[in-house]
């Protein structure tokens, strides 16, 4: 953890009577999830939340509520892959695949039903972009994003081909959904992935808030990288950090015919995502900024 973030040692003391009582930290079920959405933002956002001295995480992606092998382990394996905490400490696991995951809602309520949800969301173009740009790189595929997304209907004109999983992981609605059968409106907080670009603090600001830690990162802990285009993090003094090659990617242009019917397609999962999660700032989506 960074000197810039840290006030406090490594136990915590709590007072009993006249003698502080060292408590050691320990392995817990996780206090907060960050659920989604895959390339909302969801790697920037833990490492910059890990620079705070009250909250601790696995790195890891777990994939503990959504693969049913994993799950089957138990949840006494997954508290013991949580990294030990102090009482005063919230600790974090991110797996973006739980938020589309059919079982995770269920298998997350009935584990820890208090746990708080975190999502970042993104326009679902641009996210689908960043999707297909990572799984062509991941994979070595050498399709472009016509042929991945689309194909030529009956009629001759372009068609989404809608069970492809990148363009899945962009319908919001039908995850949310899914969450707000187990869990209530308050007990999730969603964040622009847009916003959290530009003002990294603004987002950081209230996802501190919602977890009820003091707020350690702000304003000041960040710079605009001209090299990376992207905010990054100051740690001590004036050296700071940005993220890795893989996230920031230079996006491809979108043909018009693509991006036209990519957007006829979301437009009405959007507008009940905006809907139902009363988030007003899906209204800069759709809008031809890839
Ligand atoms: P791109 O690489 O397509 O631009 P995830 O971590 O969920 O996979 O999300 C990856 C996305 O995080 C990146 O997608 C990038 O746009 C976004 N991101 C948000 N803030 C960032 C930052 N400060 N530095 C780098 N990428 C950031």
Redesign the pocket.
């Known amino acids: 953890m960074d000197d810039a973030f840290r006030r406090d040692g490594n136990e915590s003391s709590v007072r009993n009577g006249p003698h502080p009582v060292k408590i050691a930290p320990k392995r817990r079920l996780p206090d907060a999830l960050i659920i989604?959405?895959?390339?909302?933002?969801?790697?920037?956002?833990?490492t910059?939340l890990q620079k705070h001295p009250q909250i601790v995480a696995n790195s890891d992606e777990l994939h503990f509520f959504d693969k049913d092998a994993n799950f089957s382990k138990g949840l006494e394996w997954y508290r013991k892959q949580m990294p030990a905490a102090r009482p005063d400490q919230v600790i974090l696991e991110k797996t973006?695949i739980y938020f589309p995951s059919l079982a995770a809602p269920e298998r997350i309520y009935d584990s820890i039903p208090n746990v708080k949800l975190i999502l970042?969301v993104?326009d679902p173009i641009?996210r689908l972009?960043?999707?297909y740009?990572?799984e062509k790189i991941h994979y070595r595929k050498t399709w472009s994003l016509e042929e991945a997304v689309t194909n030529t209907a009956q009629n001759g004109s372009l068609a989404v081909i809608e069970n492809r999983n990148i363009l899945k992981l962009s319908l919001y609605d039908e995850a949310y959904s899914r969450y707000m059968k187990f869990f209530k409106p308050e007990q999730m907080l969603i964040l622009s992935?847009e916003k959290?670009?530009r003002d990294?603090w603004v987002e950081l600001e209230k996802v501190q808030s919602f977890l009820g830690v003091r707020q350690a990162i702000r304003k000041e802990n960040f710079y605009f990288n001209p090299e990376?285009q992207?905010?990054?993090?100051r740690s001590t003094g004036v050296n700071g950090f940005?993220?890795g090659d893989?996230?920031?990617?230079?996006?491809p242009k979108v043909a018009q015919k693509v991006y036209q019917v990519l957007k006829e397609y979301f437009t009405p999962s959007v507008n009940r995502f905006a809907l139902l999660s009363q988030s007003s700032f899906c209204n800069e989506w759709l809008h031809g900024e890839v």
């Open positions: 989604g959405v895959k390339k909302g933002g969801t790697r920037t956002l833990l910059f973006p970042i993104r641009v972009v960043s999707d740009l990572h992935g959290f670009i990294p990376k992207f905010m990054c993090m940005c993220m893989n996230k920031g990617r230079k996006h």
